[in-house]
């Protein structure tokens, strides 16, 4: 019953992607299920932030493009989340960039103790907020919906005052002449600046960012530490990452 009822709540959220707003009746007729039960359904996903209710129905809680970056490569970027969480340790302190996969890391930190996330992703927050072991600090700025992350002046402002061991960065693309790179010059700046307040730098991407550069350069391979990506990641690359000393963790 309980897989059931996740298949149904994951494809209202398919739904809600293709369609900014939703009716009860639709989702009654449409699942075969009463309307007390469609409405349930909708209770329990505005309860964890991914709907709004609205008269009659409910619209997604997320602008459209992170709709699309959330239900895209799913289980990989889920897999690469969790072995990225296995990196933190007890009483870490990490900063974590904006990213749906960057996200998902503290949704697998239940039973580690004491840590303390530096972050500008909104995102990650569903997760963060049932675990009473970790503590967020939220950097100020301005907020994108089309990114779910704090960013501009105010932000990189904030970030100076933190040292961290470690920060999990996410990223747009990647290229052998590049290195890591963002699709903005403002998101490149503040992974770079994150980046900077860190020991140890972790960059957190699936094999298909390698190979399509974004248009703003992050950081040179050889400023990351550690790469968590999945099996498909070209050899060419791997090579590449392995020879400035990056290790590569593969999923």
């Known amino acids: 019953m309980a897989a059931i009822l996740a298949d149904r709540k994951r494809m209202i959220l398919d739904l809600l992607a293709e369609d900014s707003e939703i009716s009860v009746s639709e989702l009654a007729n449409r699942f075969g299920v009463t309307a007390v039960t469609a409405?349930?359904?909708?209770?329990?996903?505005?309860?964890?932030?991914?709907?709004?209710?609205?008269?009659?129905?409910?619209?997604?809680?997320?602008?459209?493009?992170?709709?699309?970056?959330?239900?895209?490569?799913?289980?990989?970027?889920?897999?690469?989340?969790?072995?990225?969480?296995?990196?933190?340790?007890?009483?870490?302190?990490?900063?974590?960039?904006?990213?749906?996969?960057?996200?998902?890391?503290?949704?697998?930190?239940?039973?580690?103790?004491?840590?303390?996330?530096?972050?500008?992703?909104?995102?990650?927050?569903?997760?963060?907020?049932?675990?009473?072991?970790?503590?967020?600090?939220?950097?100020?700025?301005?907020?994108r919906p089309s990114e779910e992350g704090v960013v501009g002046p105010l932000a990189l402002q904030a970030i100076e005052q933190f040292h961290v061991a470690k920060a999990f960065i996410g990223i747009d693309g990647a290229s052998s002449k590049q290195g890591f790179t963002a699709?903005?010059?403002?998101?490149a700046d503040f992974v770079r600046k994150m980046a900077d307040q860190a020991d140890c730098v972790i960059a957190v991407a699936d094999s298909s960012k390698f190979g399509n550069a974004g248009f703003a350069r992050i950081l040179p391979f050889e400023r990351v530490q550690v790469l968590v990506t999945d099996?498909?990641?070209?050899?060419?690359?791997?090579?590449?990452?392995?020879?400035?000393?990056?290790?590569?963790?593969?999923?």
């Open 39 to 143: 409405r349930a359904d909708l209770a329990a996903l505005e309860e964890e932030g991914f709907i709004v209710r609205t008269r009659g129905g409910a619209m997604s809680a997320f602008h459209p493009k992170i709709l699309e970056r959330i239900h895209a490569k799913k289980e990989v970027k889920t897999a690469i989340a969790k072995a990225s969480a296995q990196l933190i340790d007890d009483n870490d302190t990490v900063i974590i960039t904006a990213g749906t996969t960057t996200s998902l890391i503290p949704k697998f930190l239940l039973g580690k103790r004491d840590v303390h996330i530096v972050t500008n992703n909104t995102l990650l927050l569903t997760y963060a907020r049932a675990n009473p072991q970790l503590r967020v600090t939220l950097v100020g700025g301005e907020f």
């Open 183 to 187: 699709n903005s010059v403002e998101s």
């Open 231 to 251: 099996s498909y990641l070209q050899s060419a690359f791997e090579d590449k990452l392995t020879e400035v000393d990056v290790k590569v963790i593969k999923t």
